[in-house]
């Protein structure tokens, strides 16, 4: 008797762990093997907020919480709000849970139907389809090119969306491409949404990670008619080294922070308290680390960024935020006699013990992604190793 549902038949496995495991398995066997596949921040979580998520525990402050947060991280999420977005969020608006990815998990299961359509943008983060289809709904891939920096317009939203189409996910600064959408462009893709009934799902989870003058808006902040039209998803993930904790949340209306209470209150109870009286502290508390890390990840940006779009056949286009690089190598992968660049990742690996993530698997299969959270010296040892490679294989 079949035992497994067919909803998890269908999900297909992330194409970034083939490659983490074999780069685990060439480890195991001794090999010198260079990652440049973490998403998240190679710095600890900063010193204040671990003491502070100790000291909530010896306090006694270790049962459960209401399911949505505590009333305080809350607070703080909505103060976050109006200090860097100028909105204003009241409590009811604003749901807590355990990591941005179960908040859009949340979400999706909040808004969709079978068969309703969700439109996403290439290159997508690799859960957002998966999740959209894990609540029966359909994902409408629509392609950023990498002619508009890999960045979606109102007119393809225009014509992509049909009856049967509730949301679109926008996700800016970018991962994969560390691309940033302007106010303009976002005035435009809102007018579009508002005109077409869509809802706009905003992850803004690398919000804090900006490079060279960089600004983020946020497509809410626009007018108080798409701050009704957005759902606004974020966290602390990024943006205080938390990734371990898992504490993100989501601000918007309050029928459908309600329905994903409601949901979050049969499934997780509440996100884990200590990790919430830690991210308590990480907006309550001082910012500095914040700010340093992003300068650490812009002064690696800054020292490595020709060397990769300088490695034959490699084209990058140069991030404004997030921690990757996402280069299209067709051209290195064809002139290493590659058809794909996915078997160009796997030599990669094998030849030059450098482990990439290849971009089929955020819809870019052209593209690699290389993560630059990590330290200078393994960054510039991979990119030397990648450029040799290219060099002797060609
Ligand atoms: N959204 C994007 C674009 C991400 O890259 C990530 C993490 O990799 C997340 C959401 C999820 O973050 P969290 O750790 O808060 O679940």
């Not at 600064?173 to 302007?182: D, E, F, L």
């Not at 983020?216 to 966290?235: C, R």
């Not at 064809?334 to 955020?362: M, Y």
């Amino acid at each position: 008797r079949e035992l497994l549902a067919d909803r998890v038949k269908s999900l297909t496995p992330s194409t970034t762990l083939a490659i983490t495991a074999k780069a685990k398995e060439l480890k195991a066997e001794g090999k010198d093997v260079i990652g440049l596949g973490a998403g998240e921040p190679d710095f600890n979580t900063p010193e204040h907020i671990i003491e502070a998520a100790y000291e909530s525990m010896k306090s006694g402050e270790t049962k459960y919480t209401p399911a949505a947060g505590t009333v305080a991280l809350k607070q703080a999420v909505a103060d976050k709000f109006k200090k860097d977005q100028h909105i204003t969020y009241d409590l009811p608006e604003i749901f807590v849970g355990s990591g941005a990815k179960h908040v859009l998990y949340c979400l999706f299961q909040a808004i969709l139907n079978d068969g309703d359509e969700v439109i996403i943008p290439t290159p997508y983060w690799v859960s957002y389809p998966e999740q959209v289809k894990l609540a029966g709904g359909k994902p409408v891939i629509v392609e950023g090119k990498e002619s508009n920096d890999y960045k979606i317009t109102a007119e393809q939203i225009a014509e992509a969306a049909g009856p049967n189409t509730k949301a679109v996910i926008l996700n800016s600064p970018s991962n994969p491409t560390g691309m940033v959408y302007t106010k303009e462009e976002l005035s435009l893709i809102g007018q579009t949404c508002m005109d077409k009934g869509l809802l706009i799902v905003s992850d803004e989870i690398y919000e804090k990670l900006l490079y060279g003058g960089t600004e983020h808006v946020s497509i809410a902040e626009i007018s108080p008619e798409l701050k009704e039209q957005t759902m606004i998803v974020n966290g602390v993930s990024k943006s205080h080294s938390m990734t371990g904790w898992r504490i993100g949340y989501a601000a918007g209306r309050a029928d459908i922070i309600k329905a994903m209470t409601n949901l979050a209150s049969h499934s997780t109870s509440n996100p884990t308290t200590t990790a919430q009286f830690g991210a308590l502290a990480a907006y309550n508390g001082p910012q500095d680390a914040v700010e340093e890390m992003r300068q650490a990840f812009e002064s690696r940006l800054n020292k490595v960024y020709d060397k990769v779009n300088n490695i034959e056949g490699f084209r990058c286009i140069k991030p404004q935020g997030a921690f990757y690089l996402f280069p299209n190598v067709k051209e290195a992968a064809a002139l290493c006699g590659f058809d794909s660049v996915d078997e160009f990742a796997k030599d990669l690996l094998s030849e030059a013990n450098v482990a990439v993530i290849p971009g089929s698997g955020f819809g870019s299969p052209d593209n690699i992604r290389l993560s630059y959270a990590t330290d200078l010296e393994s960054l510039e040892k991979a990119i030397s190793r990648i450029s040799s490679y290219v060099e002797n294989k060609k």
